[in-house]
């Protein structure tokens, strides 16, 4: 049997992490790899071996571009980094050739629609970093919430938040070690839905002109909230459990 993962740092960020909007596990992963891109721009600047891996996956893909270009001071590290990757992509094009017949790995790549073997030696040949990074923050967490479920702390304030979004709850459901674990898992998340649908239609009554003067309440910001329990994500809307304080966004 696995040994149990002790309580560190993590677990107390994960038990945190259940009282603020949104799924925890989006939440903690997405700061995770925040804090390895923060240490990567400025490893970036100092060390060129840094930039010559970053070469391999081109940068970083359009979810964490986008993290990148909302963080403060990025700029001579982006910079550097992509002038190695830009520089390869133009020496590459330097020597392209035309090519009427595809070549084997264009073919493959292209799915026989034609192609060129410099359009095969421009495509990125490794992942991005920060996905690698965040996939395994995301298995890391839903491992430690598993091993911690029948901590009284941890499950208490896993019942009480706002649960998984439905792929991490996919995840756990699929990593769960045993049918108790499963069921600590599932109960809360069945239970939220069935709060959060009473919510949906007590939020669509009142849209009805006829209930127009009626204040919302908790269900005020259900319609956000629901997107967070499908898609994923933290930070859109209010957190309802935390009396409809906004809970930190991703970024802060
Ligand atoms: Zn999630
Ligand atoms: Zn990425």
């Known amino acids: 049997m696995p040994r149990k993962p002790g309580k560190h740092t993590p677990y107390f960020e994960l038990v945190d992490a259940q009282s603020q909007s949104g799924c925890p596990i989006c939440r903690l992963a997405y700061k995770a790899t925040s804090r390895y891109l923060d240490s990567l721009l400025y490893e970036a600047v100092l060390d060129p071996d840094v930039r010559d891996k970053l070469k391999n996956s081109q940068g970083f ?127 809360p998340q069945s239970e939220r839905y069935r709060v959060m649908l009473r919510d949906l239609d007590e939020f669509i009554r009142k849209r009805d002109h006829r209930f127009q003067g009626e204040k919302y309440g908790e269900e005020g910001d259900v319609w956000l909230r629901v997107m967070n329990t499908i898609i994923g994500g933290a930070g859109m809307g209010l957190s309802a459990k935390s009396g409809g304080r906004r809970s930190p966004n991703l970024d802060d």
């Open 61 to 187: 893909c359009a979810a964490h571009v986008d993290v990148l270009t909302r963080k403060p001071g990025r700029a001579l590290g982006v910079a550097l980094i992509y002038r190695d990757i830009l520089r390869a992509v133009a020496d590459t094009l330097d020597k392209a050739d035309f090519q009427r017949e595809p070549s084997p790995l264009s073919r493959l790549l292209r799915k026989g629609s034609g192609g060129n073997a410099t359009t095969a030696r421009l495509q990125a040949r490794a992942q991005c970093p920060a996905c690698v990074i965040s996939e395994q923050s995301e298995r890391d967490y839903v491992q430690l919430l598993l091993a911690h479920l029948d901590d009284e702390k941890l499950y208490t304030a896993y019942s009480q938040g706002e649960g998984l979004c439905l792929r991490h709850l996919m995840v756990a459901m699929e990593a769960a070690p045993d049918e108790a674990a499963f069921r600590r898992l599932i109960e």
